[in-house]
């Protein structure tokens, strides 16, 4: 029996490694497996290496699951993910797993020829055109040859577009770059004297310049947020003449990605396999999967079902001098009964003394940025720049006027100009810095402080309390906002010694909005002869819309004059009537060559030194002569050398993606979760009580908060030490708060604001939100760590998992002890977290769900509407790209049909080797 067992078992082994090689070839899915994205890293640096086709491979197989992994490689990316509003949804999705055929084409003639469904990898010069028809193309008409047709439309043939990165494995402009025309090469004929003059003109210009040319990479709209236009706008102005609105269509069903290096190298090897196959079976598929669970919801039904989370984040709010903020129940915890009694009578005098009729100057800036791929967005130019101006503009600013309210001669003896303006009673007008948050998501962030300034309550606490005691209820009597103010030399030539700077004002401030100008204009007119110095001048590109004069650009400025059309503001930028930034809202306005250091800090310089004028414009009668000579006084304190050494700094921290909150500034206020993160708004799970605790804000909104504290805290501050403890350290000195208590301090804990030491709060000890999209950490709010990765990051083996859980969960941050107990110091500044979010909104703690409310009927009248109410979609748990080779069709039937004959014929002979065994048992 053993002898005839020996004889038959080789066949059956054969027959069973047959039907194994059989199995593992039949398991590939047709439309992909369970793949996922690899993470991407920082924000916009997405790998290293220089790449090239055939520089990936397979890695060693030690295990089934590095088998799987080079059958099914990832590809990193940063995708387009879902977005929704009240009316509908933006962005991508997918329904299921998209996939097709891998094909790299690199012009618009290529695409043309498309005959079959294709997974297109593109460039990203090319990406602006691409999407630019895809979205313009109607069908075309019945009629229409097949040929004609195909180019018309190709659109049915692309399942969807990966975009490379470039060729040094980061967001780069100079991927964009276009050649020049030679010198000497021909023009194209003129037609006339007058065709001939302006071409002359023109071309003298451009030789003038020497400035780069790009291919516009800009996924906005050529109106952004048209639809929130102030009254009287009519709203079919080209502000962006390089939008293609991109970042505003509905991709349905249809996968956009920008991959990383590792992505890129992944596929590049794929598309070149495809082409020296020629395109036959087994030929190399990309697999995308985006699907978003609320595909067909709108965002008020979303976040109902708990589908999706509100877009929003928290800006921040500080004022010179600081207003009064009432004692809280956590600041009062340690303190003695008698201290907390002192410490709230205190505060309710400093309360009454502040006279709620008089009105505040509002200098603002947007906080964070967009881009179609959420992961990227920098905002360098178009949000950093005016942030970065206005910061080194409060410091300047403060400074000057505190030096100036110091000022005395060797006796201690006030000057004249300080003794006269107490003479005369002066009072200097309060200057509030605003970073907004959200602006690119409804004005969300500007929209909401407009809300709480017309809150007239300085209480802290209670139902219907504003976010911001000791300013609500006081009216706003000037705005001045940053726009996109980078000035850099790939937009303005670097032999321009004295940019311009457009000042466009809202016409129907009257001369309030005026008189901003002219303070601005005399600001930038201040400086030594021969120095190259900055020139603001009015805008008139834009068209004027009624008697109003011409039209403001899209701002947060809408925001105030939605509500009152007569606000006094203004609104700074390098261009006049239309951007002039290629990269506007995109992933390649990034980096320090979007901005000029060098130019922003006399930007700056001209701005602190206008806030002095106008916080004295208001003397009143008699005091006019005090008045001008205080603000002459204290534009004179404002330290040119100071305020570009800050600015320098500033950019370094924000804008430099090589150092980041790496700088030594940033390392002395507060513990950043990474160097380097994405600046896109990003998505609030949950709200805590207390929102003025750092847990869950961004790295940014954190480095602003503790900068400003720093910046505008008063001259009589306690400067005692404070920890972890935070504000509670700060228990007993009314209004004063903890800076610096998580960072690498200074040496010098008494001193406030001297080298740049404060800053950190209870909490700081790291970003707040684990939730990744596409590999890159977006920390604007808190949620759980995912247990299945390390620290609820893509784990290593690339795999994104959904973790979407609430605000203050078990795990959530980095801890809410600080970064290592470092001592701060106690100011008396009034630094506020302002949640950018719509008023309709309101979190449930006892079900951990947003409570979407009806619009007020005030809101709802405002030009353009009620709030848009924008929400991001949840996915499910595994989502991403992965690529692997498909046999075809036929080849899978005829396998199929193999594997079944394989399979009847291993039955039969198992059948007959049964039979004769117990044959020959019968017979022993």
């Known amino acids: 029996h053993a002898h005839m067992a020996s004889r038959l078992l080789p066949p059956v082994q054969l027959l069973l490694a047959v039907l194994l090689l059989l199995g593992i070839g039949t398991s590939r899915p047709r439309h992909g497996g369970q793949g996922a994205a690899?993470?991407?890293?920082?924000?916009?640096?997405?790998?290293?290496?220089?790449?090239?086709?055939?520089?990936?491979?397979?890695?060693?197989?030690?295990s089934s699951r590095d088998l799987r992994d080079n059958m099914y490689p990832a590809a990193g990316h940063a995708p387009c993910v879902l977005l929704l509003n009240t009316t509908g949804g933006v962005g991508c999705s997918t329904k299921g797993k998209a996939w097709a055929t891998l094909q790299r084409v690199t012009t618009m003639a290529e695409v043309y020829t498309l005959t079959a469904s294709r997974m297109l990898l593109v460039p990203a010069a090319l990406f602006q055109n691409l999407t630019l028809e895809y979205l313009a193309l109607p069908p075309p008409p019945p009629s229409t040859s097949s040929s004609v047709a195909a180019t018309l439309d190709w659109r049915p043939h692309v399942r969807g577009i990966l975009v490379e990165v470039g060729e040094r494995g980061n967001v780069s402009a100079s991927d964009l770059l276009t050649p020049r025309e030679p010198a000497g090469a021909p023009s194209p004929p003129q037609h006339s004297a007058t065709t001939n003059a302006a071409a002359a003109a023109a071309a003298a210009a451009v030789a003038a310049s020497h400035s780069p040319s790009y291919s516009p990479f800009s996924p906005a709209k050529r109106y952004p947020q048209s639809d929130l236009r102030p009254a009287g706008d009519p709203g079919n102005h080209t502000w962006n003449p390089f939008g293609t609105g991109a970042a505003a269509a509905r991709f349905d069903d249809f996968p956009i990605a920008f991959l990383d290096a590792e992505g890129t190298d992944l596929a590049r090897t794929f598309a070149e396999d495809n082409v020296r196959r020629k395109y036959l079976k087994p030929d190399r598929v990309a697999s995308v999967d985006l699907t978003m669970q609320a595909d067909g919801l709108n965002s008020v039904t979303c976040i109902a079902r708990g589908a999706c989370f509100p877009v929003g984040g928290f800006?921040?709010?500080?004022?010179?001098?600081?207003?009064?903020?009432?004692?809280?129940?956590?600041?009062?915890?340690?303190?003695?009964?008698?201290?907390?009694?002192?410490?709230?009578?205190?505060?309710?005098?400093a309360a009454s003394n502040t006279n709620l009729g008089d009105g505040v100057i509002l200098v603002s800036a947007r906080l964070d940025a967009t881009s179609l791929f959420h992961?990227?967005?920098?905002?360098?130019?178009?949000?950093?720049?005016?942030?970065?101006?206005?910061?080194?503009?409060?410091?300047?600013?403060?400074?000057?006027?505190?030096?100036?309210q110091r000022s005395g001669d060797a006796s201690g003896n006030k000057t004249d100009d300080t003794a006269a303006a107490a003479a005369a009673g002066l009072h200097v007008k309060t200057v509030v810095f605003a970073a907004f948050a959200a602006e690119d998501w409804g004005y969300a962030g500007s929209r909401r402080f407009a809300h709480e300034m017309d809150v007239a309550t300085v209480s802290a606490t209670g139902p219907g309390a504003s976010a911001l005691p000791g300013l609500s209820g006081r009216t706003v009597d000037a705005i001045v906002e940053l726009g996109a103010v980078g000035l850099a030399a790939r937009r303005i030539s670097a032999s321009v010694a004295t940019p311009t700077v457009y000042v466009h004002a809202n016409g129907g401030g009257g001369p309030g909005s005026d008189a901003i100008v002219t303070a601005l204009r005399a600001a930038a007119a201040v400086g030594a002869a021969g120095d190259a110095g900055i020139v603001i001048e009015r805008a008139t590109g834009a068209p004027r819309y009624g008697n109003a004069g011409h039209l403001p650009p899209p701002s947060s400025l809408f925001s105030f004059m939605r509500r009152r059309p007569d606000t006094r503001g203004v609104v700074l930028t390098e261009y006049d009537g239309e951007y002039i930034d290629p990269f506007h809202g995109s992933a390649f306005d990034v980096g320090t060559e979007a901005v000029d250091a060098a130019r922003m800090a006399r930007l700056a310089a001209a701005l602190a030194r206008a806030l002095a004028t106008m916080a004295f414009a208001d003397a009143g009668a008699g005091a006019t002569e005090a008045a001008?000579?205080?603000?002459?006084?204290?534009?004179?304190?404002?330290?040119?050398?100071?305020?570009?050494?800050?600015?320098?700094?500033?950019?370094?921290c924000?804008?430099?993606?090589?150092?980041?909150?790496?700088?030594?500034?940033a390392r002395r206020l507060f513990a950043a979760s990474a160097p380097v993160t994405s600046r896109y708004t990003g998505i609030l799970p949950g709200l805590l009580d207390d929102v003025q605790h750092r847990?869950?804000?961004t790295d940014v909104q954190r480095f602003i908060w503790n900068y400003l504290a720093n910046t505008t805290a008063a001259a009589d501050s306690s400067r005692k030490p404070c920890g972890s403890g935070g504000e509670e350290d700060c228990?007993?000195?009314?209004?004063?708060?903890?800076?610096?208590?998580?960072?690498?301090?200074?040496?010098?804990?008494?001193?406030?604001?001297?080298?740049?030491?404060?800053?950190?709060?209870?909490?700081d000890g790291g970003g707040g939100d684990d939730r990744e999209v596409g590999g890159a950490v977006n920390e604007n709010s808190v949620?759980?760590?995912?247990?299945?990765?390390?620290?609820?990051?893509?784990?290593?083996k690339g795999t994104r998992h959904g973790r979407r859980s609430l605000m203050g969960a078990a795990g959530a941050g980095s801890g809410d002890g600080g970064g290592g107990g470092n001592a701060g110091v106690c100011v008396r500044a009034s630094p506020r977290f302002v949640p950018a979010l719509s008023q309709r909104l309101s979190f449930n703690r006892k079900s951990g769900r947003w409570v979407v409310s009806d619009p007020s009927p005030a809101d709802a009248s405002l030009p353009g509407g009620a709030d848009p109410l924008w929400a991001e979609s949840n996915w499910p748990g595994n989502i991403g790209i992965i690529m692997y080779h498909h046999e075809g069709a036929a080849r899978d039937w005829a396998v199929l049909a193999l594997g079944v004959a394989v399979t009847a014929g291993a039955y039969v002979l198992a059948r007959r080797f049964d039979h004769q065994i117990r044959e020959r048992l019968k017979e022993a």
Do not use: H
């Open 731 to 763: 228990a007993g000195d009314v209004g004063e708060v903890c800076v610096g208590a998580t960072g690498i301090g200074s040496g010098d804990a008494s001193r406030v604001g001297a080298e740049g030491v404060t800053g950190g709060a209870p909490g």
């Open 783 to 796: 949620s759980a760590r995912d247990t299945e990765g390390e620290d609820g990051a893509v784990d290593a």
């Open 695 to 697: 847990l869950g804000k």
């Open 654 to 665: 924000l804008v430099d993606t090589a150092v980041g909150f790496e700088c030594l500034l």
């Open 315 to 349: 800006s921040v709010v500080a004022s010179v001098p600081p207003a009064p903020t009432p004692i809280t129940k956590s600041s009062r915890r340690n303190a003695t009964a008698a201290a907390a009694a002192d410490a709230v009578a205190a505060a309710a005098t």
């Open 628 to 652: 001008a000579a205080a603000a002459a006084a204290v534009a004179g304190a404002v330290n040119d050398d100071a305020v570009a050494s800050k600015t320098t700094e500033l950019v370094r």
């Open 38 to 62: 690899k993470g991407g890293g920082a924000a916009r640096d997405l790998g290293v290496g220089v790449m090239g086709v055939g520089a990936w491979e397979p890695g060693p197989v030690m």
């Open 375 to 404: 992961d990227l967005a920098a905002g360098a130019n178009a949000a950093m720049s005016g942030l970065i101006v206005m910061l080194a503009a409060a410091e300047a600013y403060t400074q000057a006027l505190y030096s100036w």
